[in-house]
Protein backbone atom coordinates (compact mmCIF):
# COMPACT_ATOMS: atom_id res chain seq x y z
CA UNK A 1 0.00 0.00 0.00
CA UNK A 2 1.25 3.69 -1.24
CA UNK A 3 2.04 5.51 2.45
CA UNK A 4 -0.11 8.96 2.12
CA UNK A 5 1.03 11.98 0.78
CA UNK A 6 3.93 13.84 2.45
CA UNK A 7 5.38 17.48 2.29
CA UNK A 8 8.16 15.40 -0.03
CA UNK A 9 4.93 15.30 -2.52
CA UNK A 10 3.82 18.81 -2.22
CA UNK A 11 6.57 20.91 -2.00
CA UNK A 12 8.05 23.42 -4.53
CA UNK A 13 12.03 23.23 -4.69
CA UNK A 14 12.83 26.57 -5.90
CA UNK A 15 11.81 28.73 -3.11
CA UNK A 16 12.48 32.27 -3.09
CA UNK A 17 15.18 32.41 0.14
CA UNK A 18 17.26 34.96 1.34
CA UNK A 19 20.99 34.45 2.84
CA UNK A 20 22.43 34.86 6.51
CA UNK A 21 23.46 38.87 5.84
CA UNK A 22 19.53 40.18 4.87
CA UNK A 23 18.30 42.66 6.52
CA UNK A 24 14.41 43.55 7.03
CA UNK A 25 14.21 46.21 3.80
CA UNK A 26 15.24 42.91 2.00
CA UNK A 27 12.47 40.80 3.73
CA UNK A 28 9.79 43.89 3.34
CA UNK A 29 10.79 44.26 -0.35
CA UNK A 30 9.94 40.33 -0.47
CA UNK A 31 6.53 41.14 0.62
CA UNK A 32 6.08 43.90 -1.82
CA UNK A 33 5.29 40.35 -4.14
CA UNK A 34 1.90 39.31 -2.89
CA UNK A 35 2.80 35.58 -3.53
CA UNK A 36 5.39 35.91 -1.09
CA UNK A 37 3.76 35.05 2.36
CA UNK A 38 6.86 33.76 4.30
CA UNK A 39 10.09 34.72 3.93
CA UNK A 40 12.72 32.33 4.32
CA UNK A 41 16.08 33.16 5.84
CA UNK A 42 19.13 30.75 5.50
CA UNK A 43 23.14 30.40 6.83
CA UNK A 44 25.67 29.94 4.31
CA UNK A 45 25.65 26.40 4.83
CA UNK A 46 21.64 26.03 3.82
CA UNK A 47 20.30 25.71 7.25
CA UNK A 48 16.99 27.78 7.97
CA UNK A 49 17.70 30.41 10.06
CA UNK A 50 14.02 32.01 10.61
CA UNK A 51 10.94 32.11 8.67
CA UNK A 52 9.47 35.38 8.93
CA UNK A 53 5.53 36.82 8.16
CA UNK A 54 4.30 39.68 7.39
CA UNK A 55 2.81 40.08 10.69
CA UNK A 56 6.39 39.74 12.43
CA UNK A 57 7.24 43.15 11.08
CA UNK A 58 5.59 45.74 13.21
CA UNK A 59 6.07 49.72 11.82
CA UNK A 60 8.57 51.38 13.21
CA UNK A 61 11.65 48.62 13.10
CA UNK A 62 15.02 49.28 11.56
CA UNK A 63 15.32 48.81 7.73
CA UNK A 64 19.11 47.43 8.09
CA UNK A 65 18.42 45.14 11.00
CA UNK A 66 19.16 41.39 10.57
CA UNK A 67 16.14 40.02 9.36
CA UNK A 68 17.52 36.39 11.39
CA UNK A 69 16.19 38.41 14.35
CA UNK A 70 12.79 38.24 13.20
CA UNK A 71 10.15 35.51 12.86
CA UNK A 72 10.35 31.93 14.01
CA UNK A 73 10.68 28.21 13.01
CA UNK A 74 7.82 26.74 15.22
CA UNK A 75 5.13 26.31 13.81
CA UNK A 76 6.70 27.13 10.45
CA UNK A 77 8.48 24.15 9.26
CA UNK A 78 7.70 20.62 9.06
CA UNK A 79 10.22 17.72 7.45
CA UNK A 80 9.82 16.06 4.22
CA UNK A 81 7.79 12.64 5.33
CA UNK A 82 5.31 14.47 7.56
CA UNK A 83 2.02 13.53 6.10
CA UNK A 84 -0.70 15.57 4.50
CA UNK A 85 -3.11 15.54 7.70
CA UNK A 86 -0.53 16.92 9.63
CA UNK A 87 0.39 19.65 7.27
CA UNK A 88 -3.06 20.63 6.72
CA UNK A 89 -3.77 20.74 10.64
CA UNK A 90 -0.65 23.42 11.08
CA UNK A 91 -1.85 25.81 7.72
CA UNK A 92 -5.51 26.01 9.56
CA UNK A 93 -8.07 28.58 7.89
CA UNK A 94 -5.74 30.67 6.91
CA UNK A 95 -2.09 29.43 6.66
CA UNK A 96 -0.65 29.20 3.08
CA UNK A 97 3.31 28.32 3.31
CA UNK A 98 5.80 25.83 5.71
CA UNK A 99 8.92 25.64 5.42
CA UNK A 100 10.41 21.97 4.60
CA UNK A 101 13.67 21.23 6.37
CA UNK A 102 15.78 17.93 6.61
CA UNK A 103 16.82 16.60 10.27
CA UNK A 104 19.92 18.68 10.26
CA UNK A 105 17.14 21.88 9.55
CA UNK A 106 18.71 22.13 5.89
CA UNK A 107 16.09 23.93 4.04
CA UNK A 108 14.73 21.37 1.31
CA UNK A 109 11.26 22.76 -0.02
CA UNK A 110 8.57 24.70 0.60
CA UNK A 111 4.56 23.68 1.34
CA UNK A 112 3.18 26.01 -0.55
CA UNK A 113 -0.63 26.11 -0.62
CA UNK A 114 -2.59 27.80 -3.85
CA UNK A 115 -4.59 31.00 -3.43
CA UNK A 116 -7.50 28.71 -3.48
CA UNK A 117 -6.28 26.20 -0.86
CA UNK A 118 -7.37 23.26 -3.25
CA UNK A 119 -4.46 22.43 -4.54
CA UNK A 120 -0.62 22.62 -4.24
CA UNK A 121 2.04 25.28 -5.91
CA UNK A 122 4.65 23.20 -8.42
CA UNK A 123 8.05 24.00 -9.55
CA UNK A 124 7.02 24.55 -12.74
CA UNK A 125 4.02 27.01 -11.75
CA UNK A 126 6.54 28.70 -9.60
CA UNK A 127 8.89 29.18 -12.76
CA UNK A 128 6.21 30.29 -14.92
CA UNK A 129 5.23 32.94 -12.82
CA UNK A 130 8.67 34.05 -12.74
CA UNK A 131 9.48 34.55 -15.98
CA UNK A 132 6.00 36.12 -17.06
CA UNK A 133 6.81 38.59 -14.37
CA UNK A 134 10.46 39.00 -15.49
CA UNK A 135 11.81 37.50 -12.41
CA UNK A 136 14.70 35.41 -11.73
CA UNK A 137 14.04 32.09 -10.64
CA UNK A 138 15.90 30.55 -8.11
CA UNK A 139 17.65 27.50 -8.22
CA UNK A 140 16.68 24.20 -7.07
CA UNK A 141 17.31 22.91 -3.68
CA UNK A 142 18.45 19.35 -3.71
CA UNK A 143 15.23 17.02 -3.59
CA UNK A 144 15.43 14.31 -1.75
CA UNK A 145 13.29 11.86 -3.17
CA UNK A 146 11.90 11.59 -6.55
CA UNK A 147 8.68 12.95 -7.65
CA UNK A 148 5.47 10.36 -7.47
CA UNK A 149 4.10 9.01 -10.85
CA UNK A 150 0.37 9.77 -11.84
CA UNK A 151 -0.24 6.71 -10.51
CA UNK A 152 1.63 6.74 -7.33
CA UNK A 153 -0.17 9.93 -6.79
CA UNK A 154 -3.54 8.80 -6.92
CA UNK A 155 -2.47 6.07 -4.70
CA UNK A 156 -1.53 8.11 -2.34
CA UNK A 157 -4.06 10.56 -2.57
CA UNK A 158 -6.46 7.82 -1.69
CA UNK A 159 -4.69 6.60 1.03
CA UNK A 160 -4.80 10.20 2.55
CA UNK A 161 -8.09 10.50 2.37
CA UNK A 162 -8.69 6.89 3.59
CA UNK A 163 -6.42 7.74 6.65
CA UNK A 164 -8.68 11.05 6.75
CA UNK A 165 -11.63 9.47 7.16
CA UNK A 166 -10.87 7.03 9.62
CA UNK A 167 -9.38 9.72 11.86
CA UNK A 168 -12.33 11.16 11.50
CA UNK A 169 -14.46 8.73 12.90
CA UNK A 170 -12.22 8.25 15.92
CA UNK A 171 -13.83 9.19 19.39
Known sequence: MTPPLQARHLMVTVPKRLGPDACLS?????????????????????????AIERADLGPGLDAASPASGYGRLEGRTVTSTTPLL?????????????AVVDDRGHLVGLVCLKRSRRGFCDDDGVRARAQERGRPVPAPLPRELTPLSPEEWREALMSTVEDGARESQMP
Open 26 to 50: HVRAEFDNDHVHLVLVVDRAGRLVT
Open 86 to 98: AITRLLGSTGRRL
